[in-house]
């Protein structure tokens, strides 16, 4: 049974940096994409960004791009996403999530995490 447990989530203010992570349990995911996944107020859950376990190969939303940043440590077993210049559109609960093979959709998903929760006040 695999397991997922996010944590770093809390109140942040804007243009600050918060790091989430992810602990995953129960098997190995080395022929899986992890990533992120956010629920917005007022929005579908969206994809912010993706890793492959196997080479480190990341893929981010556009919204995202150049300021979260995903990485995988294979020791310890967990992914963590760097969140810098934070703004509040940015405001949401954060999932955890993997995948079987290279792409991370909401339809691929094989796993999801609970979820933490990101507050960005201005």
């Known amino acids: 049974q695999v397991q997922f447990v996010e944590s770093g989530g809390g109140l942040i203010y804007a243009v600050g940096s918060q790091r989430l992570s992810c602990a995953v349990s129960?098997?190995?995911?080395?022929?899986?994409?992890m990533g992120w996944f956010r629920r917005t107020p007022g929005k579908e859950r969206e994809f912010v960004g993706s890793?492959?376990?196997?080479?480190?190969?990341?893929d981010y939303a556009d919204s995202v791009k150049g300021r979260f940043t995903i990485s995988r440590d294979n020791i310890k077993n967990t992914i963590d996403l760097q969140m810098n210049s934070l703004k509040p559109e940015d405001t949401g609960t954060y999932f955890c999530?993997?995948?079987?093979?290279?792409?991370?959709?909401?339809?691929?998903?094989?796993?999801w995490g609970k979820g933490t929760l990101v507050i960005v006040s201005s």
């Open positions: 129960g098997r190995t995911l080395d022929q899986y994409v």
């Open positions: 890793i492959r376990w196997s080479d480190g190969s990341e």
């Open positions: 999530a993997a995948a079987w093979g290279a792409t991370l959709t909401i339809q691929s998903v094989n796993y």
